[in-house]
Every structure is written in C-alpha cells, then in structure tokens.
C-alpha cells in the first residue's frame, strides 16, 4: 500500500467515524435536548398561567373583603328587633321637636326577608309644612336604615299654613334567624 493510498483509507476512515458519532451521539442528544426545551416550555407557560390565576385570586380576595366590609357597614346600620320601640321614640320625638302634632301611629305587619326584617308604620302628622320638612330631613339623619313610602299630603281645613301629612315609613332591623 501506497502512501497516498494508506492517507485516503485513514481519511474515508476518519470521515466514516465521525458520520457514525454524529449519527449514533449528537442526533439523539439534539432530540433529547430538544424534547426537553419543549417540556421545559410547556412548564413555564403551566407556570405563567398559575401565576395568572394566582394574581385573579388576589383580586377575588380582595373584592371578598370589600363585600364583606359593605355587609358589616350595613349590619351596623341595622339594628336588633329588640330596639323597635327605641327607633319609633326616636321618630316621635323628631316629629314634636319639629312643631308636629301625631295624630296616629299604627305599625303595620312585619315582612321578613333573607338577612333584614322591614317593620313598616303608617303614621299621620299635623303641622305646618316647614316643620314637616324639617322632619324629614331629621329623619334622614338618623343612624339606621329607613324608607319613607306612600306619601300624602293634605292642606288642613281649620288651620292656615297647617298640612296633614300620612305616610308609611318602614324601619328595617336584623333578622336573627340569618
């Protein structure tokens, strides 16, 4: 064998060797390295959507508490069943330091709801109509919740300036089976 023959055979061998190695090491492993990039991938944006429902439930918690806050605001406002007759002095009250005269209070039948019980009283005041406004707005600062409805007012025959008002106004306290 020739020299130049014996550097051809050494070379194809040389090449055979290395297109065997690429073919039985590097190819896997770039399929393997591959196939992991692709897992690693499909992790992080597993991960990026976690992190996204995380951050929604941050909110929700939030927005829960607020809810919670609002319910607690309004609870205060509400008081027992026990304190109807403090509120209907309360409201008396107002009317005579207005200058109003009660002709009557009747309560009505109590209607209970899911969390409140609104007990409504048909009451008829007489008075001149600045008081009967004055009421009102004595009224509306009271710290409970209330609701004027069904409101008539009338000018008085025998007084001048004198106005007769009816009205139903219903006062709303916690309902202790909620």
Do not use: C, W
Request: hydrophobic residues 40%; glycine residues 6%; positive net charge.
């Amino acid at each position: 064998m020739t020299s130049g023959l014996r550097q051809a055979v050494f070379f194809l061998l040389l090449i055979g060797v290395a297109a065997l190695g690429y073919q039985g090491m590097i190819k896997p492993a770039n399929r393997k390295l591959a196939e992991a990039k692709q897992k690693l991938e499909g992790k992080r944006a597993k991960l990026m959507e976690f992190e996204q429902a995380t951050a929604k439930a941050d909110d929700l918690n939030k927005q829960l508490e607020q809810l919670q806050e609002a319910v607690r605001f309004f609870e205060s406002k509400l008081p027992p069943t026990s304190e109807v007759h403090k509120v209907l002095e309360q409201v008396t009250v107002i009317a005579q330091k207005q200058g109003l005269k009660p002709k009557t209070i009747r309560t009505l039948q109590q209607k209970n709801n899911s969390g409140y019980v609104e007990q409504p009283m048909n009451m008829k005041l007489v008075g001149n109509f600045t008081s009967f406004y004055s009421f009102l707005l004595e009224l509306e600062k009271l710290p409970r919740i209330m609701k004027l409805r069904e409101l008539k007012l009338d000018k008085e025959k025998d007084g001048a300036g004198q106005v007769g008002a009816e009205f139903i106004v219903s006062i709303f306290f916690q309902n202790k089976a909620a």
